[in-house]
């Protein structure tokens, strides 16, 4: 069962403008992360945010969390044709006894030059 | 730099066939991971294991089977793949965490399998 949401589902952007991606979850969580997929490549962990957090950066990228509406957001300001890819969110279960990440379906990103 | 190695990036089966994915870490992680990726699904967790020869079912286990005789290694088995099997796959390690939340999950490249 999908647990994240990610919100659109494509975005399509000029470069220099900033993107924003949603995400929505269902249950509790401990943390929030975001992971970046290059075409046909593997996913690249992004930024990881928990519960107990309400705002964390890391370079361009600014994630918040509001655990009271089971939503997050990715921001990527100035963006680049490079950010071009595809961006996806993940929650764990507070009442799994193991590790274990679901994953939304995605936000496809097109930056143009 | 920290490596998941996933053997093959693509393979071509036929239906029926045996079907071995293999997946390597170098990062001594305890947990590993299958999950496959299909257009508009997302990604779908297959199978992971916590330890060796540990594992435990994801959410769609069926017509799969997983072997971890070594820590760092985590293998998919299609026992008779079928045309419906036909995805990306993608393995990933994490370190062990237990219950307190999970942490950062390293991916391999994938394996894209048709079974025709």
């Known amino acids: 069962s999908q647990q994240g949401e990610e919100d659109p589902q494509a975005l399509s952007i000029q470069e220099g403008e900033n993107a924003t991606m949603n995400c929505s979850y269902k249950t509790s969580i401990n943390n929030l992360q975001w992971y970046r997929q290059n075409s046909g490549r593997g996913l690249v962990h992004l930024i990881l945010i928990r519960s107990n957090e309400r705002e964390k950066h890391s370079g361009r990228l600014r994630v918040t969390l509001d655990t009271s509406k089971k939503s997050s957001s990715l921001l990527i300001t100035a963006s680049r044709a490079a950010d071009t890819a595809s961006y996806f969110c993940?929650?764990?279960?507070?009442?799994?006894?193991?590790?274990?990440?679901?994953f939304g379906t995605g936000t496809r990103l097109l930056v143009s030059p | 730099d920290v490596k998941v190695t996933q053997s093959s990036r693509y393979l071509v089966k036929r239906t029926g066939e045996k079907v071995f994915l293999e997946c390597v870490q170098d990062?001594?992680?305890?947990?590993m991971f299958w999950y496959r990726q299909d257009p508009g699904l997302g990604l779908r967790l297959i199978y992971f294991s916590y330890d060796v020869k540990m594992k435990e079912k994801g959410d769609i286990p069926e017509g799969y089977s997983v072997s971890r005789e070594k820590k760092e290694r985590f293998s998919l088995i299609l026992e008779s793949a079928s045309t419906n099997q036909t995805s990306m796959y993608l393995c990933?390690?994490?370190?062990?965490?237990?219950?307190?939340?999970?942490?950062?999950?390293?991916f391999g490249e994938g394996s894209r399998l048709t079974v025709l």
């Open positions: 990062m001594d992680h305890e947990n």
């Open positions: 990933a390690s994490s370190l062990g965490q237990g219950i307190i939340g999970t942490g950062e999950l390293f």
């Open positions: 993940a929650t764990d279960k507070v009442d799994t006894g193991f590790q274990k990440l679901v």
